[in-house]
């Protein structure tokens, strides 16, 4: 969550779990900055390197026909053995060669945890960062439990407010690019993870609105269906399952005197699953506008309330573990910082 741990593949490694993505205006002028996370609890659940056979793609369709034309391509090679850093390459594809593969041309080459300068004027970053991601994770289970098995709209589970990743560090990549790439005002936007080398190219994660898998996807097998597919598909795959799952929540919690309409509508703003950007613009994933997205945004509070028809907050708020300038995740917490600290999952 928002994304942890959520697929077959993913809870096996954490390097190709994708969790968290962010899409807001860059530091530098005409610029837009992407940060991509994985490795969920990294050092203690997970490793805090990238997996050499993985790829890793920010997916940009720029005419609205949510055909990728554009993907910024990150690849690792393996790390040395103090684990510290590893070679990093990031390349860019345009056109028809973005819909799949692992060509494009070279952005930058460098090592992670150092700023690498782009050729286009861009930059990018890769490492161990603390986890941005703030929400009670518990009380998601406990409410989604009383939906789902007791068949009750319960707010008293958001009552003893707790952030369930305080604390927790995870793996980021981050790239900041010229606006001048896009040719066009707005962006969808999506990301993905891939393995390849041995075997043929395999989607295993995706993401592209925080929360989609955890609160509106409840299987494991609708969860690993909607990481290996496109978003294309979304509506096709997911469209009748959303829109009946949040009639019965507003159903049960009486917010709505027409839950399948109110269902129908939730689905089709969720679907197809992509982040939309006006580009140069405010990012902003709240009740009034969802635009990219910024580090500090509750997308918690938003969702759950957007589920329920009714204000919701689990009254956790963002941590001041971010930096002002790129690569504006926070630095990790330290050993010491996390002595006590539990797993959050044993792979």
């Not at 837009?32 to 050499?52: E, H, K, W």
């Not at 790829?55 to 040395?80: C, H, S």
């Not at 690569?327 to 792979?347: A, N, S, V």
Request: proline residues 5%; glycine residues 8%; without cysteine.
């Amino acid at each position: 969550m928002s994304h942890h741990f959520d697929n077959t593949e993913g809870r096996e490694d954490g390097r190709v779990d994708l969790l968290d993505l962010y899409v807001f205006p860059g530091e530098q002028p005409d610029t837009t900055v992407f940060i991509m996370t994985v490795n969920p609890d990294a050092g203690l659940s997970s490793q805090t390197t990238f997996r050499g056979e993985g790829l890793y793609e920010f997916k940009i369709a720029t005419n609205g026909d949510l055909i990728e034309d554009i993907v910024l391509r990150i690849t690792f090679g393996e790390p040395e053995t103090n684990n510290k850093t590893q070679p990093m390459s990031v390349r860019i594809t345009t056109g028809g060669k973005a819909k799949s593969g692992t060509e494009g041309d070279i952005l930058g080459e460098g090592r992670t945890n150092q700023v690498i300068a782009l050729s286009n004027g861009g930059r990018a970053w890769a490492g161990l960062a603390a986890d941005p991601f703030f929400a009670d994770g518990e009380a998601l289970a406990r409410f989604l439990k009383s939906l789902l098995i007791e068949k009750r709209f319960d707010r008293q589970a958001f009552e003893a407010p707790s952030n369930f990743f305080n604390q927790r560090n995870v793996t980021g990549i981050v790239l900041e690019v010229p606006n001048a790439i896009f040719h066009s005002q707005k962006i969808d936007v999506w990301m993905t993870v891939s393995l390849y080398g041995h075997a043929p190219l395999i989607q295993v994660s995706r993401y592209g609105t925080p929360l989609m898998t955890h609160v509106f996807l409840q299987t494991t097998e609708h969860k690993d269906l909607f990481n290996q597919t496109h978003p294309q598909e979304d509506r096709t795959n997911f469209a009748d399952l959303i829109s009946s799952f949040v009639a019965q929540t507003v159903q049960t919690a009486k917010t709505s005197d027409d839950p399948a309409a109110y269902g129908q509508r939730i689905a089709n703003t969720l679907l197809p699953n992509v982040m939309s950007y006006h580009v140069g613009t405010v990012a902003s994933y709240d009740f009034d506008s969802r635009n990219g997205r910024a580090l500090r945004d509750d997308v918690f509070d938003v969702v759950v309330t957007t589920l329920a028809n009714t204000p919701l907050t689990d009254h956790v708020a963002a941590t001041n573990r971010y930096q002002q300038h790129f690569p504006f995740l926070g630095e990790p917490y330290l050993e010491e910082e996390q002595k006590d600290l539990p797993k959050l999952i044993d792979r």
